[in-house]
């Protein structure tokens, strides 16, 4: 069957940079740098070819990430919920805003995250008519890892992650299992890998 044909502008991406960076000492580990460029910088370059419009989830520094945006004219949005509920949150802010029919997430330190994430998970969706695509890898051993905060979903499904924390849920996969959720393989680990630590951040700026 040949897959549905779709426009990058059909997309828009979102950076989840909205955490407390507790692993790493409280820190906003998205203005962190890696190689001379903040750790978003990073993710926004690999975003911006891949879909229409940009957009930064932060609830901290947000004047910082709005000058980090601007190369791609990304608007930053903060969580409407208190307390810095998670990464269903900032999607949740990312839903609203989209004027797209889809949005792409991805976490703000991921810096080596796929040139063809969009691709790989739209045509997945039209394939398999899922309103929610996320990623997986595969080790060298065989254990499969799931990268739920990759992932691509319909801006339709707003309303529902709204009222799913309104009720005080917060886990992210149990709110995908309530759609129609599908997983994309995807061979390269390192392109999913996340910058945990200041420990971490400092070997691979070294490397």
Not at 15 to 32: H, P, S, Y
Not at 54 to 83: C, E, F, K, M
Not at 158 to 170: N, T, V
Request: charged content about 20%; some cysteine.
């Amino acid at each position: 069957m040949t897959a549905r044909p779709f426009a990058c502008a059909d997309i828009t991406g979102l950076v989840l940079a909205g955490g407390r960076g507790q692993r790493m000492g409280g820190v906003d580990k998205g203005l962190q740098p890696l190689h001379g460029q903040p750790l978003a910088a990073h993710v926004l370059a690999r975003l911006a070819p891949q879909t229409g419009t940009l957009l930064i989830s932060a609830n901290r520094n947000s004047q910082t990430y709005a000058a980090l945006g601007a190369p791609w004219h990304a608007r930053v949005l903060a969580d409407t919920l208190p307390d810095f509920p998670g990464p269903l949150a900032g999607l949740l802010a990312g839903l609203r805003e989209a004027r797209t029919d889809w949005l792409l997430s991805a976490p703000c330190d991921s810096p080596w995250l796929p040139a063809d994430l969009a691709a790989r998970c739209m045509e997945t969706a039209l394939a398999r008519d899922a309103s929610i695509v996320t990623a997986s890898t595969t080790d060298a051993a065989g254990e499969v890892s799931m990268h739920p905060v990759f992932a691509l979903i319909r801006t339709t499904l707003a309303d529902d992650l709204a009222a799913y924390l309104e009720a005080g849920e917060r886990k992210v996969r149990a709110w995908y299992a309530r759609h129609t959720a599908a997983v994309v393989p995807f061979h390269d680990e390192r392109a999913f890998y996340n910058i945990n630590s200041l420990q971490d951040l400092a070997a691979f700026d070294r490397a």
